[in-house]
């Protein structure tokens, strides 16, 4: 297997990594596949980004679960301070005047304070003006939260299931396709494409080198329509002479970082992706996607995976 | 038609379309012309997105549905839960009844919260309590979007309607003008232009083909008089020898991404801007549109298009 | 005069300017002495960047002036449809009767619903809900405001009020030194110069031109201390055999783009500075204005001016 | 000592700086040791930036102190007016008269507005009304205040408690490993070191000097494990022949400024390091801190200190 005139590029970040096998260093969503230990939760994790980047679902029990918490324990300072600091206060039985407590905590809480319960005496008031000033922070919090939500900039790049190795030029390429799902314009989009790969050295031993994939073009101005990315496979690639024999062994994974500027937002955008070995496939090419209709050209997403076997 | 010379771009993201004519890659208004397909309206926009971008009366009108919408939610389940569990309420009809849960329902979901209408009971007093958290939470997100969309940075480009062939060191050159409609600051503005052209190969069929089309000065320091961009007509540019004929027939789109770096809210701002062949004036050169009042330099952007044939 | 070998420059934005002079590009304050003109107010500005350049007094005045006329506004609606509809007011005049309706749309307005003056009836309630909804609104408009007014990466360079012409390596150099004025970090600080200079051409006759100024240093990594940027007159300097007396004629003006990247808040800041020849001390240099105390560096802001004659 | 090879790099930004030693210009929490003096505190300090940096307890404290002297300026006002004017209150003495006054202001402030307590006449209700706006413009100032703090990004780069100088490829390297403690992913990570040093002159007196430490790999694309930064001591590098004495006496400070941009805010991020010469440990490697269970490889930041003496 000659490999001497590849590149090997050894700055990939992942370069003190053994021959261990199987791991994928990017998961399919894009994700990295790391996990960090030795310290605290809190310490690994900044709680603003944990709610930004979770579940709606989950985001809004959160914040249902921070109101319900902090309406139960005012409405329990209330009603040990005595339910008789509340004015017009209306109750049968001890659970009743709980739920007065309760009720009057949540409209001190959203500030909503219709007044037919309203606090009399220090104690209560003091309590009542306090839970006033922090339901207004709460809110001013969830009101950060939910526009750091929707403010954050989202590029979703769709790629093909498949890389595939191709005919191209009197040669070989390995392609893979990918487009902006979103109706977002991106200008000068780039991708920077890490081979991580178990190759076998000089005494037959299997180790984990790593390669950056030269591709044709590495920038594009404008990325409105899909773009197929293209690897030739020239002598200095480091699938040179490899067989699909040799593609099962390797524990090959191909990462991809794909960065863009996003012109609504004006910021820059980065996105990861990755193709494991058992992902490329042999000797297809991939159909268009691309239709024209009057004076508009569409790109059909949904047949974005769609190869043929040449 | 000589072009060996010309230096054919294949960066620019739309090389794989083919000689389909009449299509415009960049809309007269900065968009871009390409629609797609083949996945859901929420897969293909973000809510935020389309809320950020929208035009002042739809997103008014938006908001006013929403808050409508929420109001009578409320207002019906209060109304079936029973009117006697608001205290307060004042009616003769079972019309006025609901109009009362209808006030009610806004003055909560407002935290306004008058307290002439309150809640008794548990099922009331649940549905406020939940109404005013919503109402804080709806309103949170209208306060995100509302500054989402004042401080979105704006750069608006104005260019002249047409494009020009003049006169140009001794031989020709093609130019446009452009000018920061705002009176904001803009420092390196750079312009890259892409033209899309068809043209005649070896075999006599029209083909669509790619050119970066070379500038003077591509860059320059402090965008705030007007910029006239020139391109040389020389030897490599795929403008060279053609006629004002050839350029009819040539379905030619001048495509120019405009980026600067916006002074007062330290953004990247792109813009994008577009020359159809028709647009292109043959042998007219720009007026000025410079004059000079005791200290002060002013540009007058009413005459941003004005030329003169030459 | 001999400037054959000096590097012209024509990418400053300004090589369309004729002769005209005694005018300043860059004011004094860092803002461009730039009006454009032939387009309505609003085209030229946009509202939001008005209000979050402009005083805090003039600020503070808008958004009173704002919410005293949405008051008056409702509260003439309130007294139109008849003050009979607010339950609970108090009045012995017509007077008191419109200050009533006043009071209830300030409550009404900032959502604080005392509810001692509550609404009773169709038009009111419909009026008042309406005002509640706009208030919510406003006041978001506010907080986007007071936060886009507070959050603006503001980077605050001062510079030396002269700059000098020194001795300097066997030479001459034309030196000016700025600092940071506030306590922030800024790395890779970076300084770009532009001379906009009358010069003889071979007829005799004075024309503007371009040029580049050279710096030894272009880049700092941290600009944490003063930096005196440095210009050597070197033999392609346009100040090359420059004298005294050539400077006073040359209305020439030393423009300055400052950038850097702002630490705290993650941003890249830019600024503009600018001498013009009247501003410039021949034969000066400046003084220190680094102390050193215990194990700290300190850096003096008033005496950034100091210079002496040499 | 031979350093005619050495690469000499007078952009540190800090060049002007004596041979004063004991002085660490970046601090061991990353804060640079430099202090501003001749102008105001507010020149200096821009009071969003503080109150942004500060700790949560101080920034707790303060919003707390703020909304405690608005309540109580407020109420000395409504005091001052005459308790009278406030309907619904209920006292026995003048203390409990004020503090009626203080809770009917805090009502009015977080515009919770039970109603109870309510203005009646022209002078209590101008304040009420003013009250309320003022409440609603603080509580949006704190709405931006905590947005400000939570969407700051936060980058947190652990670094080695010592640098070591260990066998590297035939001869020495300086060494040092940075993680990435939070779990957020940057790309492009970069570092750009700076010596700066006391070093004899030909004359035998001790000159600070400032050099560029050169390093194996600059930039890696993935930082996502642990990056051990590499320092070749070849000829060309200030430590060439340097001893373990040497090092003692030079007062050496290895500046680092690290730079990456995260990818869940789409933002470039700036960290400064720095190691004085006695935390450089001679003959020392660290021990590795990656670990592989199952398919997952672990970073465990509790071992980053770890090395063993060679």
């Known amino acids: 297997l000659s490999t001497h005139k590849t ?19 990017v998961n ?8 960090k230990i030795g310290q605290s939760f809190f310490d690994r994790y900044s709680l603003y980004r944990v709610l930004i980047v979770t579940s709606w679902a989950k985001f809004i029990l ?24 509340l004015g017009g206060v209306n109750f049968s039985s001890e659970a009743d005047a709980f739920l007065e407590c309760f009720f009057f905590s949540s409209q001190t809480f959203t500030t909503v304070g219709y007044g037919r319960i309203s606090p009399i005496g220090l104690g209560v008031n003091i309590i009542a003006s306090l839970e006033a000033f922090v339901g207004v922070l709460i809110i001013a919090v969830f009101t950060g939260l939910l526009y750091g939500r929707f403010s954050r900039p ?16 009197n040669g070989k390429a390995l392609m893979f396709r ?7 314009v991106l200008s000068d989009a780039e991708v920077e494409i890490r ?55 390797s524990d090959a994974e191909i990462i991809i970082l794909f960065r863009a500027f996003e012109d609504t ?3 820059n955008v980065n996105s990861w992706l990755s193709y494991k070995n058992h992902e490329i496939v042999w000797n297809a090419k991939f159909k268009s996607i691309i239709d024209y209709q009057d004076n508009t050209v569409s790109v059909d997403l949904s047949r974005i995976d769609a190869y043929e076997i040449i």
Do not use: C
């Open 154 to 169: 989202v590029v979703k790049i769709i790629k093909s299931s498949n890389a595939v190795i191709t005919n191209h030029k």
């Open 7 to 25: 590149i090997e590029k050894d700055n990939t970040g992942f370069s003190n990594l053994s021959t261990h096998t199987n791991t994928r260093m």
């Open 28 to 35: 399919a969503d894009g994700s990295i596949n790391v996990v």
């Open 195 to 249: 081979l991580s790969i178990l190759k076998e050295d000089s005494s037959g031993i299997m180790k984990r080198r790593y390669y950056e994939l030269k591709t044709e073009i590495k920038k594009i101005t404008l990325f409105t329509l899909s773009w197929t990315v293209v690897h030739p496979i020239t002598e200095d690639s480091p699938f040179w002479e490899m067989t699909e024999a040799d593609m099962e062994k």
């Open 62 to 85: 959160f914040i249902l679960t921070v109101y319900l918490a902090f309406n139960v324990l005012f409405a329990v300072m209330y009603y040990l301070i005595g339910v008789e600091h």
């Open 178 to 184: 990918i487009v902006n799902a979103k109706n977002s």
């Open 265 to 267: 937002f004006s910021q």
